[in-house]
Structures are given as structure tokens and as C-alpha cells.
């Protein structure tokens, strides 16, 4: 039997990597440059599209220097009722919300982000891309450009990939599902996320080459599996992830402690 969906997901792929060639060249040299100077590289998304920002670190293959932005109350925990998809699918598509997440996170001049979000229509994403653009931060959109011929919804009258200041096309269709089954009015399984994943390890390993040739080196998630390697050296990671977390907060307080007082 000819595979269903892993070769209609190979396809997507390989047109995804030929369309971004110029704009993972570009993306991965500002993420260098930031992570050589002690910066951040944040990551957003809400519903599915959370799911590449937990991808992306703490895992093994990725370093220090990625800081995912998980808010629970834009993930779902449950199908119905408390953290469940209906009062999530709400959430993400009320403006101002985000921003109110995101005042709390140390977002700096300099840092960069990725924004995740297949649409790019929900005011999540967004909020959290203008939000962050306005703060001096490099906004990288990670979507589908299928979608761009969509109308916005957005107050700003923005979508993700009008507010950032580089997009990455997922390649991703507007249904996002691409298994079309003889006999169902619908076709299945998702490709969006899968392909979202698929697009940061590709800037992950980017940006680790581009860092290697600046002669920078990050300490880097290795599985506990591989001889010589132990857990230690994995909260060993985490000990410097903190202390790069805690000189980021160090520099946002101000920031923060101005929006607090209203003048931000």
C-alpha cells in the first residue's frame, strides 16, 4: 500500500525548504548575533502551535538561548471544561490578551522571537508579534503563506506575516489536513505543526553553523542514552540557562516596573 500521508508530507517538505532558503540564511545569522551577545531567542504559539515551541527546548539537539513563552490558558489540558479547546479557541482570538502574558516576560531590545501560527489570522499571535516588534525585538513568523489570501480580522488590520519582520512559509494548505479518504467530505491529518517542528530545527541547526563560525559554542541538550553522558550534565544546562534567564529579567525590570506604574 502507498503511503497515505508521509509522502504527501515529504512533498510539503521539500517545497517548504526551497521557498525559505533566503529567509533561513537571514533568520539564522540574526539569531546568531544574538545569541552571541548573550540575548534571547523566545518562542510564542497558542493551540497547536504550541506544540513547536516545546519542540524546539528544552530538548535534545537544542541549546541554551531559547526561551519557549508556554501560557497555559492558551494550551488545552482537556477536550470540554477547564482548559478544554472551546474556551482556548476563545481565548486566542480575543486581542489584548497576549500582551498581558507577555508583560511579565523578559522580551529585550535585541532578543528575537518566533511566532507561531498556521492562519496567522488569531489575535494571539498577532498581539504577540506586534507587541514584541514594538519592543525591539526581531519577529520571525513561522506560518502557512496559503493563508495570506484571507482577509485579517485583526483590529490592527495585521496578519502574523504583515507584523513580523521575517516569515517562514510552513507550505502548509489552507486546510492544513491533506489526506483526502474516498467516501469522507473531509480529508485528514494535520500537517501544520508537523511542519511548523520541522522548519525551527532547521533554524536551530542554522543558527548553531552560523555560531560555530562566529567561534561560539552553546551548551547543548545531549540524551542521558549516550555513553558519557549523564543527567548531571543536563541540570548542569539548566544551571546556565538560568543564569541567562536571570540577567534577562535583570534587564526587563525597568520595563516591567514602568508598565506596572502605567507608563509603559
Not at 97 to 105: I, M, N, P, S, V
Request: charged share 20%; net charge neutral.
Amino acid at each position: 500500500m502507498t503511503d497515505l500521508y508521509i509522502s504527501r508530507l515529504t512533498d510539503l517538505v521539500q517545497k517548504a525548504s526551497k521557498a525559505n532558503q533566503a529567509a533561513f540564511e537571514r533568520v539564522a545569522e540574526r539569531f546568531a548575533e544574538t545569541l552571541a551577545n548573550g540575548g534571547l531567542i523566545h518562542l510564542y504559539g497558542s493551540g497547536h502551535s504550541v506544540l513547536p515551541v516545546q519542540e524546539a527546548f528544552p530538548r535534545y539537539g537544542s541549546y541554551v538561548g531559547f526561551n519557549p513563552l508556554t501560557d497555559p490558558r492558551v494550551m488545552w489540558h482537556n477536550v470540554l471544561g477547564a482548559g478544554g479547546v472551546r474556551e482556548l479557541l476563545w481565548l486566542e482570538r480575543t486581542e489584548k490578551y497576549a500582551e498581558k502574558f507577555l508583560d511579565h516576560q523578559p522580551l529585550n531590545p535585541g532578543d528575537c522571537i518566533l511566532v507561531y501560527g498556521h492562519s496567522g489570522r488569531n489575535a494571539s499571535g498577532i498581539d504577540a508579534a506586534l507587541y514584541a516588534k514594538d519592543r525591539g525585538l526581531f519577529v520571525v513568523a513561522i506560518t502557512a503563506k496559503a493563508n495570506l489570501d484571507k482577509p485579517t480580522t485583526h483590529t490592527s488590520g495585521k496578519r502574523l506575516a504583515d507584523a513580523a519582520d521575517a516569515v517562514i512559509d510552513t507550505a502548509a494548505p489552507i486546510e492544513d489536513a491533506i489526506v483526502p479518504i474516498e467516501g469522507w467530505s473531509r480529508p485528514v491529518s494535520g500537517s501544520s505543526t508537523v511542519l511548523a517542528m520541522i522548519m525551527t530545527h532547521e533554524l536551530i541547526a542554522r543558527t548553531a553553523q552560523a555560531l560555530a563560525k562566529r567561534g561560539v559554542e552553546l551548551p547543548t541538550f545531549a540524551s542521558p542514552t549516550i555513553a558519557g553522558v549523564t543527567l548531571h550534565d543536563t541540570d548542569v544546562i539548566y544551571g546556565v540557562y538560568r543564569e541567562r534567564m536571570i540577567e534577562a529579567q535583570r534587564k526587563h525590570l525597568p520595563a516591567f516596573q514602568a508598565k506596572m506604574r502605567g507608563e509603559g
